[in-house]
Structures are given as structure tokens and as C-alpha cells.
């Protein structure tokens, strides 16, 4: 009887021992790539720089949106210059508050994202500030887009549709393919060298475009006569 609780005990144990022993081969190396990347995406600040969206077209496929270039200006604190004229410099360019910009540049490892045209783009990128960086991206309307009374505009981001056909059709125009400006942070939010600044792409379900029974080129010309007609009265 005796004999036969000692065997049970052991028994017990060995099956306990076995069964944290698998528990922590899983967790190490069955699992420790998930994990990794788990631990990693909690210390990561992400920025969005970019989400695609389907476009708007004619009955010829010729697209009303996204046919011009804009310029992002990519601000990394952590690794942004630390001279005060360059940063008041950069300020300047960017056309934003100095000291909000110079405290916020100073105190965070989050990158900040600014529109700019194309002046200040090509100057950005001829004075070469460490810790700036210029991308271009597609600009999703123009003021003189024929039929931009029917397409109606998205919010600054090109996200969100808020009137016309971007906002009727916002669950098919939008999409969760997104470009990231990325920082990784210690629990303590300073930033890590050793990770440094990363540009990452998340792919997601593409977005749908929508054909219009518009012909481009004639509403552009129709547009145009309509304006020439109420200039000469």
C-alpha cells in the first residue's frame, strides 16, 4: 500500500516535471520568434506615413484622384540634429511654432510627420538636416479636378472620405495597406540605437477603385468652357 502512494507520487511528479518541461521548450523555442515580434510591436512607436486607397475613375479607366505628386517631411527626434540654429532653421521651413517644435524634437523618440509643397521639399533635401527626411507621396485631389462637386474630398491624411463619392464609397475606397515610420522605445519610452528608424510597409486586403460613367477629358473641357462663359458674362 505504502509502495503503491510512492509510486503515484513520483508518478504525479514526473508528469508534472514533463509537462513544465514541454510548457518551456514551447515558450523558448516553439513559440519564441512569436513572441519576439509581440514584445518588439509593444515597444514600437508608429506613425502613419501613407495608407493606399482605391482610386476614382472614368469609363476609359483614366483616373480623377491621385494624379499629382505631394511631399512629406519625416521629423526623427531621437537622432535630429541637436543644433539650435538647424532646428530653428527646420522650424522655419516647416512653417510651424519654433518652441513647440524645438520642445517637442527635444522630449520625444516619436516621429512627427509634416505636409510640405515642393519648395520646401527640394530645400529640406538640398541642406540635408540629420533626422529629416523628405518622401514623396500621391496627392489624392486638386482644386481644378474636373467633377470634384460629384468626387467631393478625404480628410488631410487621404484616409477618410467626408463628402461626395469618397464618403458614399469610403468602405470600398479604403484599404488596410499602410506605410509606417517606425521608432522602438524601452519601458521607459527612450529610444534604442541599436533599432534605430524604420520604414515599414503593413500589407492588408487592397482597395477597390470605382468606374465612373464620367469621361475625364470631356468634363475637364466642359468645366472649362462653363468657367470661360461666367468670366465673359
Known amino acids: 500500500m505504502k ?7 513520483l508518478l504525479v511528479l514526473t508528469l ?28 514600437s512607436r508608429m506613425t502613419e506615413i501613407y495608407r493606399e486607397r482605391g482610386q476614382i475613375l472614368d469609363r476609359n479607366m483614366i483616373s480623377f484622384t491621385g494624379r499629382n505628386t505631394e511631399y512629406a517631411a519625416v521629423l526623427q527626434p531621437a537622432v535630429f540634429t541637436s543644433d539650435t540654429d538647424e532646428r530653428k532653421w527646420v522650424a522655419d521651413i516647416l512653417e510651424t511654432d519654433i518652441d513647440e517644435f524645438i520642445n517637442f524634437s527635444q522630449y520625444n523618440a516619436e516621429p512627427r510627420v509634416y505636409t510640405i509643397g515642393e519648395q520646401q521639399a527640394e530645400t529640406l533635401a538640398q541642406r540635408n538636416i540629420k533626422g529629416v527626411s523628405v518622401i514623396e507621396t500621391r496627392k489624392r485631389t486638386e482644386p481644378e479636378m474636373p467633377a470634384a462637386h460629384l ?34 522605445t524601452d519601458a521607459n519610452h527612450k529610444f534604442l540605437d541599436e533599432y534605430g528608424y524604420r520604414l515599414q ?19 475637364k473641357l466642359a468645366e472649362e468652357v462653363m468657367d470661360k462663359m461666367v468670366v465673359s458674362g
Open 3 to 9: 509502495k503503491g502512494r510512492i509510486v503515484f507520487v
Open 16 to 43: 508534472s516535471i514533463s509537462g513544465l518541461a514541454y510548457r518551456l521548450y514551447n515558450l523558448q523555442i516553439v513559440q519564441h520568434e512569436r513572441y519576439s515580434a509581440a514584445a518588439f510591436r509593444q515597444r
Open 151 to 184: 468626387i467631393g474630398y478625404t480628410d488631410d491624411s487621404g484616409t477618410f472620405g467626408l463628402a461626395g463619392l469618397e464618403k458614399a464609397y469610403q468602405d470600398i475606397l479604403t484599404s488596410q495597406s499602410i506605410v509606417y515610420v517606425q521608432a522602438t
Open 201 to 219: 510597409r503593413v500589407y492588408g486586403e487592397s482597395p477597390l477603385s470605382i468606374k465612373l460613367t464620367l469621361d475625364y477629358h470631356m468634363q
